[in-house]
């Protein structure tokens, strides 16, 4: 444990150090350069509410979440937070005690089962229970942290980092208060250790029974023959012909736990991939290049041959938009293309073209369609050109 956490903090400390020079770095580069940081506080946005391109479609082809995904989000977390609580509360593996030793204790127990059901909570309240029974400043220092380290790290962390992710993703800020959230998130995500519990038992089942064996069983080697004939004659069943072993089976509390870091692990690439995204975008915004640096930029004559061409090509990233697609849909515009099926005829006025469709010629009513009235002389503009007089029906007409 002492190992772990040295482990978990000089990581964080070694992480922070890195981004401090590279900060450092960009700062005494975007200076010499003369490149100002427009990081805007004050313009606050949601992440839900923002827009994502696709790098081989136009810029202003942008998709947004579709409606339902923000209530799924939401009601799914709260779901999470539940359910997370109920597997900790109840058993997460099975503890039974056989041969000669589980015998003693159901006879002193009224011939009750020698078994017993740990779950988070439980094993947490068996520690303490442990530092009672032992006394002692040292024991209660030792067995309550530990205590309080597994409840934080299996229970409370994951719903602090839920929580925090609905707060990242619904939560209006600016870029940099949402890069602190960002990082918040990653230290979190370093401290939840649900995937490591539901590891823990399923080796705790598969070994814990063959190492057990090994304590205790070698004092009744001298008893192998008594036992075995006990066991044939039907008085011991053959899991109690030993001086001591423990089984280990998990229980329903794991199981539930396996969807719930499942679901947890996808709420976290939703939404950290789409503020990398949203941070990307954002970068390439501000990234100012002069027409010549462009040409150069894209000027194959350049390269010295094709394998340099080759090596600067770089590979389209699999971003946000790529992986989450089905959750996406393309932006809304309003455009021309709205006004489809009416003819724009002043600049206050739309009239239908089904107005139009019982119209056989232009002679019969003494249409001018000619270029002269809709203002196309020459290259004159449409406002020096004669208007023609309306009829009541709402269809120009000749004098």
């Known amino acids: ?20 020079i590279l900060a450092g770095a960009t700062e005494e580069c975007n200076s010499k350069h003369r490149i100002e940081n427009n990081d805007d506080e004050a313009s606050e946005t949601q992440l839900c509410k923002d827009s994502w391109t ?7 082809e942008g998709l947004v979440v579709r409606r339902f995904v923000n209530k799924v989000l939401l009601g799914g977390s709260v779901l999470l937070c539940i359910l997370l609580a109920i597997s ?3 058993a997460s593996y099975k503890l039974e005690i056989v041969g000669l030793t589980g015998l003693f204790i ?35 220092i030792g067995m309550l942290f530990l205590s309080f380290l597994f409840i934080m790290t ?35 995500q370093g401290w939840q250790y649900v995937e490591v519990y539901i590891m823990a038992i399923v080796i705790q089942s598969w070994q814990l029974s063959p190492v057990s064996k090994l304590l205790l069983n070698y004092l009744c080697s001298g008893l192998d023959f008594t036992l075995n004939l006990m066991v044939y004659y039907g008085i011991l069943e ?17 199981y539930f736990m396996v969807p719930i870091t499942f679901c947890m692990a996808v709420l976290n690439t939703f939404v950290m991939k789409a503020y990398l995204q949203q941070l990307r975008e954002a970068e390439e915004a501000k990234e100012i290049l002069s027409e010549d640096e462009k040409l150069r930029a894209y000027d194959r004559t350049t390269w010295d041959s094709r394998t340099d061409a080759m090596r600067k090509i770089r590979p389209a990233l699999v971003g946000f938009v790529d992986t989450f697609r089905w959750a996406l849909r393309r932006q809304q515009h309003n455009s021309v293309s709205s006004l489809k099926g009416t003819k724009q005829l002043s600049d206050t006025e739309t009239y239908p073209l089904a107005n139009l469709t019982t119209i056989s010629s232009d002679e019969e009513f003494g249409l001018d369609l000619s270029s002269e009235s809709l203002g196309i002389l020459g290259g004159k503009d449409y406002e020096d050109a004669p208007v023609a007089p309306r009829s009541p029906s709402g269809v120009d007409v000749k004098n």
């Open 154 to 188: 299996v229970f409370l962390v994951p719903v602090v980092q839920i929580a925090t992710l609905v707060y990242h993703w619904l939560a209006p800020m600016g870029q940099q208060r949402r890069k602190k959230v960002a990082l918040v998130l990653e230290i979190l």
């Open 1 to 20: 444990m002492i190992a772990q956490l040295i482990s978990q903090m000089s990581s964080h400390y070694i992480i922070h150090c890195h981004r401090r």
């Open 54 to 60: 696709r790098q081989h479609r136009s810029k202003t």
């Open 106 to 140: 159901e006879l002193g127990q009224n011939l009750d089962p020698a078994v017993r059901y740990e779950g988070v909570f439980s094993m947490a309240k068996l520690l303490a229970d442990q530092a009672i029974y032992l006394g002692g400043a040292a024991h209660y």
């Open 238 to 254: 053959e899991n109690d012909a030993q001086c001591f072993a423990l089984e280990a089976t998990i229980t329903a509390g794991a």
């Open 88 to 90: 900790c509360g109840i």
